[in-house]
């Protein structure tokens, strides 16, 4: 399927394409070969790898270490993008290196362009340049990836069915790795070396709810899951609640079940989740709590259209319902600190982004979220003062309000000059800041308007000695030295006034002492958790 430009000049700015990918992955098929999924991407210059902008995809040839790069354009026209169906048959279809490019790219800048355009703002990679994905490197699945110290993605290969399957053909696994890319870019402070497993475990529940949902917003993947989990019933019988319950987590469970340490959503939470010492069993505890809001306000829809509706239009509801969800989970991350976060912190932010994206909430998105946090033990978060700027009043705003948007020293200086704002981030007065991030982002409110806001945040880190530690913060330690930190999120409108903050507070001894650990958890933790900060989620972790 070619899509027509006249010339390079045509190009606009956030012009789409639609290329066809993988639905699920080369397992799965539909009447007439693999189920496939048509994904919208910004068009950009491509070369051959592909290469674009953002990434670059390598593929190695199966009996050697050569990269065999792939052209997606028509010939002499690099802005061309050519997107050709999939082979039939399982054999071809893993032979064809083209559409392995073709699927491994459209999957990852869909990826992308779901994060950039519910937060209406670009995101970079951590380090800048081009995300290397390696879709057909050599290892196997327990070496697929994302290596945030080089910015790559490896994929490897599985069985299946007798064939050597590369990872990258499934459309989960791809999403998966790619948010953590994009992730890891946008707060690096969430995965590094000071980061808690608590924070590790966040990484691996956003990554997985994006995997999980992407897919799922597909139609035709809704579709045949419901005739699969009722057992091939027809299109106008009921679909009741347990149906639409089983179709949803029989579908996780088979994404899930290419990984081999994890086997989420059976029963209820265990009472003691909250600690468990692997990152992604904690996560695996609220992604169930989500997608068990999903499968609420799915059926609340089915039940407001009625039962004359067909399968399809079923499958749809579901579809909808899920991107819905994904798109309130990601754009809570603009409301979330850059350090420190936790399941409180996730909750707060998606709640609080909702409510300034959609102030009615009629068929009750927010509370389906609010309940299902509450059913694993995390309590409800309150309107009164989600904005956390109630008590900021009568704050010294700079001259220069238009440097807001783009200049972290204004930002440095409307913190200091505000101490209501000093005090509440609890900073060290005589450290300075260790990191400070400023984003424009533009949103489209339901009345329609462009909303232009400015995101702010800041980090601070404080080495203490063993002596200070004890003495300022009661901190007791056998090491020469600790490092503590904090920091916040503040959140500006179009015209530089406060308008949301979330703050972690450094010099704060009651926060510090829950979020320090003792000089053995410390060392355990560190052994445990340095191959998963280094190369996050490997298929089988």
């Keep these: 399927m070619a899509f027509q430009k006249k010339s390079p000049g045509d190009i606009r700015a956030g012009q789409m394409v639609s290329v066809t990918v993988l639905a699920e992955g080369p397992i799965a098929h539909g009447n007439s070969g693999p189920l496939t999924a048509d994904v919208r991407i910004p068009v950009e210059r491509l070369r051959r790898g592909p290469t674009g902008l953002r990434f670059s995809v390598q593929i190695r040839k199966w009996r050697g270490t050569t990269v065999s790069p792939v052209a997606l354009t028509q010939v002499g026209d ?23 490019a073709q699927h491994v790219y459209g999957v990852a800048a869909s990826t992308l362009d779901l994060f950039e355009s519910t937060l209406g703002r670009r995101m970079p990679w951590s380090p800048e340049g081009r995300l290397v994905l390696k879709a057909r490197d050599t290892g196997d699945a327990m070496e697929t990836g994302y290596s945030r110290d080089n910015n ?20 989960d696994i791809v999403a998966h790795e790619v948010t953590h890319a994009i992730l890891d870019g946008y707060r ?26 992407s897919v799922f917003s597909s139609r035709e993947v809704v579709y045949r899951q419901l005739e699969a989990a009722a057992d091939g019933f027809e299109a106008r019988e009921q679909v009741d609640d347990s149906v639409m319950l089983r179709s949803l987590f029989d579908f996780a469970r088979d994404l899930y079940a290419r990984g081999a340490l994890r086997e989420p959503f059976v029963g209820s939470a265990p009472a ?26 799915w059926a609340e829809r089915n039940t407001r259209f009625g039962d004359a ?13 899920g991107s819905r969800i994904l798109r309130m989970v990601i754009r809570g991350l603009c409301y979330m600190p850059p350090v420190d976060v936790t399941w409180r912190d996730l909750l707060r932010g998606i709640i609080a982004a909702d409510l300034d994206m959609l102030p009615e909430d009629p068929h009750g998105y927010r509370d389906a979220i609010q309940d299902g946090f509450s059913a694993i033990g995390i309590r409800r978060v309150s309107l009164n003062n989600i ?31 505000n101490p209501r704002l000093l005090d509440a981030a609890r900073l ?6 260790t990191k400070t991030r400023v984003r424009t982002s533009e949103r489209i409110s339901p009345d329609g308007f462009v909303v232009s806001e400015i995101g702010a ?67 355990a933790d560190s052994s445990a958790s340095s191959v998963v900060k280094q190369s996050f989620h490997r298929t089988g972790d």
């Design 78 to 100: 690099p802005w061309k993008l050519l997107s050709m169906p999939p082979p039939a048959e399982l054999r071809p279809l893993l032979d064809d290196t083209r559409f392995l």
């Design 152 to 171: 790559l993605i490896r994929f490897g290969s599985i069985e299946r069915m007798g064939y050597k399957v590369p990872t990258a053909l499934f459309r």
């Design 188 to 213: 690096p402070a969430w995965a590094d070396s000071l980061a808690t497993i608590e924070q590790l475990a966040l990484h691996e529940t956003l990554a997985d709810l994006v995997a999980i949902l």
């Design 272 to 297: 003691n989740w909250e600690e468990l010492p692997e990152p992604h069993q904690r996560g695996t505890v609220v992604v169930g709590a989500i997608l068990r809001s999903v499968q609420k306000l």
């Design 309 to 321: 509706q067909g399968l399809q239009q079923k499958a749809e509801s579901g579809s909808i319902v």
């Design 387 to 417: 904005r956390g700027v109630d008590h900021y009043t009568g704050l010294r705003y700079p001259i220069r309000l238009a440097a807001m948007g783009s200049d972290p020293q204004e930002v440095q200086r409307f913190v200091w000059e």
């Design 428 to 433: 060290e007065r005589h450290t300075p800041l």
């Design 457 to 523: 945040s800041f980090i601070q880190t404080v080495r203490l000695g063993r002596r200070e530690a004890y003495q300022r913060l009661g901190l007791r330690t056998r090491r020469e030295y600790v490092d503590i930190r904090g920091g916040g999120l503040l959140r500006f409108d179009a015209g530089g006034r406060l308008i949301y903050a979330a703050l972690k507070p450094v010099m704060d001894r009651e926060r510090q002492a829950a979020m320090f650990v003792s000089d053995e958890q410390h060392d």
